[in-house]
């Protein structure tokens, strides 16, 4: 079975040297979480996870949920966790105080996320999307809906869920078919199926507030013609009791390649009764506040699995004994050395932890920007942290989704074939993983987000201002990175270059066919930065002497590690964006 | 759930126009299969892959196998599949007709696996495995040994497994510890416990022929002390009857990731009685004839199943109506367009088809240099072919492996969320084919195969042949294919560049940390000259508008994207090669 141990050291590595949070004092929330206090948070974090949630891991994937009844009942042991998990405040750690949350940063919010993630997916999602649903209904909601729904739903008394997909309907929203009919009394009766409703119906907790997407009667065709509801499972009185069951149900579970612990849920609305979140027809514009949210957690599904997956491929690898280093014995009185004497163990090893620890940094950079964008009093700050978290959302979603994957494949390499066999873990951590590139948007669907949208809102602000942040970087620390900083000013180049291709031609088709290679160029730039400033970092505390445990060279080592062999993939990127579409649109789609 | 038709037309055309094996009728068994007999076999292979085998594959997936009282139960189905198989002289196809095989070019052997294996590879697993015991007995045992074991085993009555691996003992053979005990009469007796035996035990056959790795009484220490026994599962009569059961037993099943209707043993080897398969304390030699030809097979495992994911995403993606196309509605009668009208999409696919195809030419390629290593008169053709054949063994067990993983991962992307659920059938493929970059050695060990032996074998004698064969092409042919001939030159200089920084080093460390590369990019050249052989060939019949089809069109426009989006990945591992050992070396191991 796999094991997870927190990496508190390399989170607040990333917490208080790198983003230095503690220059944020400031803001709302932050002298609240001291360095003090936010390491005793992740302290706490780290036992939760790996003292309930990560022995649980197994057991939601072997047993799954079960639905009888239209009730379905979690894997054994999941009620008590997740009671233990409400009664520690888990649930309302960044939400408003005013409904009973604790107000801390959203930036330590991701790093408690990054946590109960790596111990255990399928649990961490109940709590993920319910977080997602309160975020949406403090953003769209009445005060009064606000009063009603957000404080259990913050005290974890009752979860949430999203319901967007359809059968026939799954990006083109547009296609959406679920009707909400207005009844005298201000509410609507909904009716529809809907698809892949992670966390849909389950036994953790007293209520199920969905999120969902409908039309009304009047209602425009395509996307401008979708409202959004707030659909009880149970109706709440007005005193917050709750009154009878909802028209709604769970109608099958879906059979999956993972995530197991999970329900995903076909969910039956017939005549089910909702309230309006928001205004009509603009249901989208609240559900995308969600759904930004839920692309940055997604993203750091994909590194939290890869961490917990990057430290049993360690831990196996210093273990297990075969063959003799290059140089020689290093183990000469045992009958072989362990693997990780390997250059080739090495290698797979060194490149899941440069794409953990650089995700770690940049996703908590993204945290951070969430923060400065709420909280920040300066109104130019406030935008230009939205711009860069425009940016960094659906880079980070696709990115450290598509690399999560591949790094959690390169830890099963590290298995040999034991790593094909259930007992460790790790194909657990593959099949799971394995659904970050596909939900909250297809990797593709993030990356002409980045490329159709992103890229030319406000002439390109948000762009120029992120690569405005790299050159500076060069230009005024560089110096001490020498190779580093090369590579990182030559990835630089090509993704000017590939802007620059792509601005210049505004056919969609151009476009399209560049998207993913795009999205992974100006990723990996995004790495670089971060890898360049904790380079940076680690050079100071060497320079100084101040390594007793080894932390720094390491830090030092990974990075040129990435500017060496990851970061100079930029090159086939670009090569790819300027390939175009022509032999795309070229290619007769019923040779396919 | 996956259906599958075999892609006959592309067959032929890397049978006949590519390899154009009607030149090698004077070949052992070439005369036997014209065209239009070859034709007909695959016709029928196919027919029994489409209508027998691939309906098969999700019982086996769902079912797995069942172990009772030491027995071995396999999914409903499969033993009657398994007697359509050998009934239908599959087993024997490329055998040697003295022991009842038809004698049948290698080439179309590797043919007709890709069939068998892309609709169900747990069940093409146990015939794989017979083939490579059967080939190993023929290889290595004496005229009494193959008299008796042979005809079974070729006509499909006993099947037969490889047993290396143990416990402590994986890539590192040397740790082996199960033991031979010499016995008056000539025999042995076998101890010992063997782990991930596919195929180990079942109820398929009437006996089962396992092969086993074991040490002397006194045999040298490390691989130079072992030997390999044949050890029945029933004990055999001088006239070929079965006698009693012998010491061996299944002592329990792996639960795993994939390969469900394929039990992996437990193997349990209790004083079993067994017979030396050639001379003692070289066992490994036979083993390895048998590990080549195993390996080329894996090869063709990853590159079968990215074949059948291919046809499924791209049938799905014809069929899933989302969105429209950049250019405007194509299917403007219908609610959207189907998504394979969206440039990403396009992408996806053509990047499987230039995997599935490029590779299957690479693998038949390779398939013919068996047939000529083994059958050709002229020494000089068979040292040459012996020789690529030794380069493109690693190369195609580890290159076809690992992106035929990253293939059908693509696949599943085109179906969105739908490709994580069971019913599609892609998730399953996905969690089979994980397996092929593990077994049979994992591609780690396959590149330093390359990167430690062949490369240096013979002053480099192979890998100078494979270069001169891509550099006189692109002298003497390359000039009709402009572009992709540049960028074929360009990575054939990548290649050279890293072959001769590998051979100026000769440390282990260096080739250690440069292997996966230095494969990879040796891959990516193969691939290479595979794509400009098929581009000329369709280029000409476009020239003489000889393209009813558009099989031809589609074949060129797949080359050019093989040639601008895949090819110039040489450019990333060399320079990976060239980064060399030191930042690996200079990680402190317990720092992982």
């Known amino acids: 079975m796999a094991t997870y141990t927190a990496p508190l050291r390399d989170m607040q590595f990333v917490l208080d040297e790198l ?32 003292g309930v949630l990560a022995p649980l891991n197994a057991v939601g994937d072997h047993l799954g949920c079960r639905l009888e009844n239209a009730e379905v009942s979690t894997a054994p042991g999941f009620r008590e966790a997740y009671r233990l998990y409400a009664e520690g405040g888990w649930t309302g750690l960044t939400a408003s105080p005013a409904y009973g949350g604790q107000g801390l940063p959203h930036v330590l919010g991701i790093a408690v996320r990054e946590i109960m993630t790596s111990a255990n997916l399928a649990f961490s999602m109940f709590a993920g999307l319910s977080h997602g649903a309160a975020n949406a209904i403090a953003n769209g909601g009445t005060a009064a809906q606000k009063a009603l729904f957000l404080p259990p739903m913050i005290a974890g008394r009752w979860t949430g869920t999203m319901n967007l997909t359809e059968p026939h309907c799954g990006t083109d929203l547009g296609l959406l078919r679920s009707r909400a009919h207005p009844q005298a009394d ?44 707030i659909v009880p499972k149970f109706l709440v009185n007005p005193d917050g009791s709750l009154g009878a069951r909802n028209g709604v149900q769970c109608g099958s579970l879906e059979e999956k390649m993972g995530i197991h612990g999970n329900p995903t849920c076909v969910m039956n609305y017939d005549d089910a009764t909702g309230y309006l979140l928001g205004e009509a027809h603009q249901g989208l514009k609240v559900m995308f506040v969600m759904m930004n949210s839920a692309r940055l957690a997604v993203g750091v599904q994909g590194l939290s699995l890869a961490s917990v997956a990057y430290q049993n491929a360690a831990s196996y ?28 163990v090495q290698r ?79 194909e657990q951590l593959l099949r799971d993983a394995r659904i ?70 505004s056919d969609p088709a151009t476009s399209g066919a560049a998207a993913v290679d795009y999205l992974h160029l100006t990723a990996l730039v995004a790495f670089g930065l971060q890898w360049a400033r904790m380079a940076l970092i680690a050079d100071r505390h060497l320079a100084d002497s101040d390594d007793s445990t080894g932390f720094y060279r390491a830090k030092r080592l990974t990075a040129r590690f990435f500017f060496e062999r990851i970061l100079p993939q930029t090159a086939i990127h670009l090569q790819r964006v300027r390939a175009g579409a022509e032999v795309l649109s070229a290619f007769d789609p019923e040779q396919f």
Chains 1, 2 share one sequence.
Request: charged residues 25%; hydrophobic residues 45%.
């Open 186 to 229: 201000g509410s609507y009766r909904i009716s529809g199926t809907k698809i892949f409703i992670s966390a849909g119906e389950h036994d953790l907790a007293e209520n199920i507030i969905h999120l969902v997407l409908a039309r009304l009667p009047d209602a425009p065709a395509g996307v401008k013609g979708i409202s959004l509801f």
């Open 317 to 344: 690898a210093r273990d297990r004994l075969q063959g003799r280093a290059p140089g020689g014995a290093i183990a000469p009185e045992r009958v072989a050395d362990p693997i990780v004497a390997h250059p080739d």
């Open 436 to 505: 970050t590139p596909l939900y909250e948007g297809t990797n593709g669907v993030q990356a002409m987000d980045l490329v159709a949208r992103k890229l030319k809102l406000n002439e390109g602000r948000a762009l120029k201002r992120f690569m405005a942040l790299v050159e500076d970087f060069c230009q005024e620390q560089g110096a001490q990175l020498g190779d580093c900083t090369v590579a990182l000013q030559q990835a630089l180049g090509d993704l000017k270059l590939a802007t620059a291709y792509l601005l210049e031609r």
């Open 19 to 50: 983003l230095e949070l503690e220059h944020y004092a400031d803001l709302d929330g932050f002298a609240d979480a001291p360095r003090d206090v936010s390491t005793a948070i992740l302290e706490e974090a780290g036992r939760l996870a790996s």
């Open 348 to 426: 797979m090893l060194l490149s899941q932890r440069a794409f953990v620890e650089g995700g770690r940094a940049l996703a908590y950079w993204a945290g951070l920007q969430v923060d400065l964008a709420h909280k920040h009093p300066d109104p130019e700050v406030r935008e230009s942290a939205n711009d860069l978290l425009g940016l960094l959302t659906p880079m980070i979603k696709a990115y450290c989704t598509d690399q999560g994957v591949e790094s959690i494949s390169l830890a099963m390499q590290c298995f040999g074939g034991h790593g094909y066999i259930r007992e460790w873990g790790i």
